[in-house]
Each structure stands twice: as C-alpha cells, then as structure tokens.
C-alpha cells in the first residue's frame, strides 16, 4: 500500500473520529437544553452507539494507518516529535474515555431512563451531565492539539 493512500485512510478516520466526539457534544448539548429525559436518552443512547460505529473503528484507523506510514515513509515512531507528542495526546483522549466519558455515558442514559420530574433527578442528571461535558472537552481538545501538531510538525522535545 503506498504511503499516500495511508495517509488518505489516516486523514479520513482522524475526520471520522473528530467528527463523531464533536456531533456527540452537539446533540448532547441540544437534548439537555430540552430538560427532556426522553430526548436525554434518546441522545445519549444514540451518542454510545455512535462510539460503537465511528469513534472506535476511527481510533483503530488512525492508528493502524499512522503506524503504516510512518513504517513506509521510514520515520522513527517515538524519534519524530511530531508522531511523539500526538501519539501522547491521543492516548491522553483514549483514557479519558475510557475512565471518565464512557463511564458516565451509560451512568447519565440510566438517570435519564430511570427519570421523573422531580428536581432531584435533575440535580443528579446536571451534575454527571458537567462531568461528562467537561471530560469530553478534554478528549475533544487533546486530539484536535495532534491534528494541529501532526499538520504543522512544530519543533517539540522527543526521544
């Protein structure tokens, strides 16, 4: 395979990747501005899904087609600054998924569902639903700092 059309595979599942974390916030955002629990879980439901499709098979393209080019194009993996450093910030977004975002996907789909009316409910749903956002602006804004890295290739510390 040539380097060139890994590198269009790369490009296209970094978009797939971005694109899903952003639309995901989006509608999250649009359904709790609704104070709507059915609409909340709808979202969120379908923001899991959505993970399952885009994001997950996306990470798994970035990194077997990163892998490959930089094998093609003869750059050491942990040498070049630039694959170093987004390499970190990408694996700094994965484990904010992992051990925050994906976590309380389920937790605020399950408040949503199990939801009445009441304030409480919405005290709770508001205060996982902050965590998520704020841990999802992370994960969002670490791989958006490896895109840029990876286009513009600043001069950073390696190995």
């Not at 970190?88 to 992992?98: A, D, N």
């Not at 965590?131 to 895109?147: D, F, H, M, S």
Request: aromatic fraction near 10%; charged fraction near 15%; glycine fraction near 8%.
């Amino acid at each position: 395979m040539s380097y060139l059309f890994l590198k269009l595979l790369h490009i296209a599942s970094v978009v797939i990747f971005l694109g899903n974390i952003i639309t995901g916030l989006f509608w999250a955002r649009h359904a709790h501005n609704s104070r709507d629990f059915v609409l909340i879980s709808a979202t969120f439901d379908g923001i899991i899904r959505s993970d399952r499709r885009f994001t997950g098979p996306g990470v798994v393209g970035i990194l077997v087609t990163g892998v490959a080019a930089a094998i093609i194009a003869k750059l050491p993996i942990l040498g070049t600054s630039w694959i170093l450093w987004s390499i970190i910030l990408f694996s700094i977004s994965g484990l904010v998924f992992g051990i925050c975002i994906a976590p309380l996907q389920r937790k605020i789909l399950d408040i949503a569902r199990k939801a009445d009316t009441t304030d409480q409910a919405w005290k709770t749903y508001v205060e996982n639903y902050r965590r998520w956002e704020l841990w999802g602006l992370v994960a969002l804004i670490t791989p958006v700092a490896a895109l840029v890295i990876m286009v513009l290739k600043p001069a950073l510390p390696g190995l």
